[in-house]
């Protein structure tokens, strides 16, 4: 469910609620870009070539820091597929 709160957009998810511009960031602590939009059960990417999507099942939690990945080694970033 995408919604606008003070101009900006907003996703409510199972995960939590994502916000356009947050950073993800890897298991690792580094960030592998921020959040354009999310797509069914998909987060896009901002920047690269519009294939650069992580799943919503990849989502450790969501902070105020950004969208934190989780360890579990199934991701599917660069991967160039889509959703």
Do not use: N, Y
């Not at 960030?31 to 990849?58: P, R, Y």
Request: include cysteine; hydrophobic fraction near 35%; proline fraction near 2%.
């Amino acid at each position: 469910m995408s919604q606008m709160q003070s101009g900006e957009q907003v996703w409510t998810t199972v995960v939590g609620t994502i916000r356009k511009g947050m950073k993800v960031i890897a298991p690792d602590g580094s960030c592998l870009g921020t959040v354009a939009s999310i797509d069914h059960d998909a987060v896009k990417l901002e920047g690269g070539s519009g294939d650069d999507f992580i799943s919503l099942t990849q989502i450790d939690g969501v902070s105020e820091e950004g969208v934190l990945l989780s360890t579990r080694g199934d991701a599917t970033f660069g991967l160039g597929g889509q959703p």
